[in-house]
């Protein structure tokens, strides 16, 4: 894995983390807003599915252990890369860390750092470059691939 691809993988990582967050607010939501009715002491059911809170619970934990779990590989993913990014010039570790980490787009990092935005994506191939060349033959570097 080149590590372009290996910053994507993290950034990918991070906003599927994002959108699992968003699904559990959901299921919570929905969980806070069933209501048990009850009138002539006969059980009934509205919806098809006999038990719809024990489903929206079972969801809301398989989805939490899936979260942990992508939380786990994606601080593990970062941590392994994190103190080469800090080895970088200020300029490439920022502009690494604003699209990669941060999900911020090449124009607003432009504009943060007053450059042109084809600065900020030759600062970023430059960072990729020297992340390469500080960790294209190391044992590091491996590891980092197989997470």
């Given at each position: 894995?080149?590590?372009n691809a290996?910053?994507?993988?993290?950034h990918a990582l991070?906003?599927l983390?994002?959108?699992?967050l968003?699904?559990?607010?959901?299921?919570?939501?929905m969980?806070t807003?069933?209501?048990?009715h009850?009138?002539?002491g006969?059980?009934?059911?509205?919806?098809?599915?006999?038990?719809?809170?024990?489903e929206?619970i079972?969801?809301?934990?398989?989805?939490?252990e899936?979260m942990?779990a992508?939380i786990?590989?994606?601080?593990d993913?970062?941590?392994?890369?994190?103190d080469?990014?800090q080895k970088?010039?200020?300029?490439?570790?920022t502009?690494l860390?604003?699209?990669y980490?941060?999900?911020?787009?090449?124009?607003?990092?432009?504009?943060?750092m007053?450059?042109t935005t084809?600065n900020?994506?030759?600062?970023?191939?430059k960072?990729i470059?020297?992340l390469?060349e500080?960790?294209?033959d190391?044992?590091?570097?491996?590891?980092i691939?197989?997470?």
């Open positions: 894995m080149t590590i290996y910053l994507e993988s993290i991070d906003l983390i994002e959108t699992k968003q699904q559990e607010a959901a299921i919570r939501e969980l807003g069933t209501q048990a009850y009138g002539d006969l059980p009934r059911t509205v919806s098809p599915t006999p038990d719809k809170i024990g929206l079972a969801k809301l934990v398989d989805l939490q899936e942990n992508d786990d590989r994606f601080v993913m970062k941590a392994a890369i994190k080469a990014v970088l010039p200020v300029d490439e570790r502009v860390e604003g699209l980490f941060g999900h911020l787009s090449a124009k607003v990092i432009s504009e943060k007053h450059f084809r900020v994506y030759y600062l970023r191939d960072a470059g020297s390469e500080m960790l294209g190391t044992e590091m570097f491996s590891q691939s197989q997470l």
